[in-house]
């Protein structure tokens, strides 16, 4: 009898227990139940141009497939990696620690499976992210992140640093040298303002060399504060970087500087202009971020940054929803290290978030891409090849018989960049059409092979 009570009483233990944990667990997000229709499809969008370039490894619509309670798709390929997006991290060609390289093979590892290089003002790093990831079945998604200022317009506003992401189509922009000329102008004020700020550091008995900055940096890569602070701690003049910045480099301190950024309806302007999706970056940086979103929608901007590692913010969500942005989100990756640091890939995007960013992206890529093999076809030269292979998986070769270049670029490389729906448009046909009677005219002619 005692025994059989004991029994009992151990049961009746255990089953509160289970309550209690399936309760914890479903607080905290935990519990799973079959995509809704509306996720199925999204899904399918998604993946159907994620894997555009390796249509084996797409997910067919009928695979197991769970989300949770906030709508994350947890539905996994076939290797069992999740469809994961990575839409914010840098390189040694700006302020990161690893190459473009290393990036690449770390968001592999991670499970990431499509990734935006967005490197302060430079694209510098995206052919070799390009070609890294061509091991791993990555999908390289071309991006930027642009300094600009936001100007005030009454004493409400105060003039402040903004970061606009800007993210581009496989081939990048459209009128890549003015685009790329418009980051050359903010990269040599870049220069400028770290070289202000080792004078002001040095002004305040803060022994740091310039030469000292320029080798953190690397060769070609335009200083920034994040440089300039980790010169600071190899020469002892501080302990760790974010004392660099507390004490010294944070906006407006004592070793701050301004660079020669451009207004950031501006730059906004310049990425609609050149085929680009523009989105504002860590808002939640912002002293005063209402009225730059409000300005920044009427510029043209697309979206803005909502998501973290740690979750949505939610005050940032409804900022968005007020002005009909898009929500997205990235971890800042930079490769630093340390526990302060979101690792790549940590920021698992809803499935009607990737959705919702694809289907306002693609057309303007869309149209990018057809402008630039537009220009070709109106003047099939070596530097208009050149822009469509610049961060394309084709690798041109000079030399052989002369061929049909363009019937190659329609039947080797605009698969690999659009769905057939994209490619079967009006619009498309009739650039397809330009295309198919362009030869090559260069001296013994141009071969574009595609590399499997």
């Known amino acids: 009898m ?49 894997f555009l370039d390796h249509p084996s490894s797409a997910l067919p619509l009928a695979s197991p497939s769970l989300v949770d309670d906030f709508g994350v798709q947890k539905t996994v390929a076939k290797n069992g990696d999740k469809v994961l997006f990575e839409l914010h991290s840098h390189s040694k060609c700006s302020d990161g620690f690893l190459s473009p390289s290393k990036v690449v093979e770390r968001a592999h590892m991670n499970g990431v499976k499509v990734l935006a290089l967005t490197d302060h003002d430079t694209m510098a790093g995206i052919p070799e992210a390009v070609e890294s990831a061509r091991k ?32 581009y189509s496989s081939i990048g922009p459209s009128r890549f ?49 994040l440089h300039v602070a980790r010169a600071m701690v190899e020469a002892g003049c501080v302990e760790n970087l974010k004392q660099a910045f507390a004490r010294y480099l944070f906006d407006g301190g004592p070793a701050y500087s301004k660079g020669s950024e451009p207004m950031v309806e501006e730059a906004i302007q310049m990425i609609c202009d050149t085929g680009g999706v523009a989105v504002l970056a ?84 869309c149209n990018a891409i057809r402008e630039i093999l537009e220009c070709y076809a109106d003047e099939p030269s070596d530097t208009n090849l050149a822009t469509i292979t610049r961060f394309g998986r084709t690798r041109v070769f000079k030399g052989g018989s002369p061929l049909n270049c363009g019937q190659d670029l329609i039947d080797h490389c605009l698969p690999l960049w659009l769905t057939s729906q994209e490619m079967d448009s009006a619009e498309f046909e009739a ?22």
């Not at 995509?35 to 399918?44: D, G, I, N, Y």
């Not at 930027?144 to 105060?158: K, L, M, N, Q």
């Not at 730059?292 to 929803?321: F, N, P, Q, T």
Request: some cysteine; glycine content about 10%.
């Open 2 to 50: 005692g025994d059989g009570c004991a029994i009992q009483s151990t049961s009746n233990s255990n089953k509160g227990k289970d309550k209690k944990k399936k309760k914890k667990n479903k607080n905290r997000g935990g519990s799973k139940k079959k995509m809704t229709h509306e996720q199925v499809l999204a899904f399918k969008f998604v993946t159907e141009w994620v």
């Open 136 to 167: 791993y079945g990555i999908k390289i998604i071309p991006g930027v992140e642009i300094s600009t200022i936001f100007s005030p317009r009454g004493d409400t506003e105060a003039e402040e640093p903004v970061h606009i992401l800007a993210y």
């Open 177 to 225: 040298e003015e685009f790329d000329k418009f980051l050359s102008n903010i990269r040599d004020g870049r220069y400028l303002r770290a070289k202000n700020m080792v004078l002001k550091l040095n002004k305040l008995k803060v022994a740091l060399k310039w030469e000292h900055v320029c080798r953190i940096a690397g060769s070609g890569v335009a200083p920034g504060r």
């Open 282 to 365: 860590h808002p939640w940086a912002l002293k005063n971020p209402i009225p730059i979103v409000r300005r920044l929608k009427e510029a043209g901007l697309h979206g803005m940054e909502v998501y973290k590692s740690d979750g949505r913010l939610a005050a940032y969500s409804d900022l968005a929803d007020a002005y009909g942005l898009l929500k997205i989100g990235g971890s800042d990756y930079h490769g630093r290290g340390g526990h302060h640091e979101s690792e790549l890939g940590s920021v698992n995007l809803p499935v009607l978030v990737l959705h919702d960013f694809l289907k306002v992206a693609r057309p303007i890529w």
């Open 431 to 452: 650039t397809k059409l330009k295309l198919s009677n362009v030869s090559s005219t260069s001296q013994g002619g141009i071969q574009v092979l595609i590399e499997a």
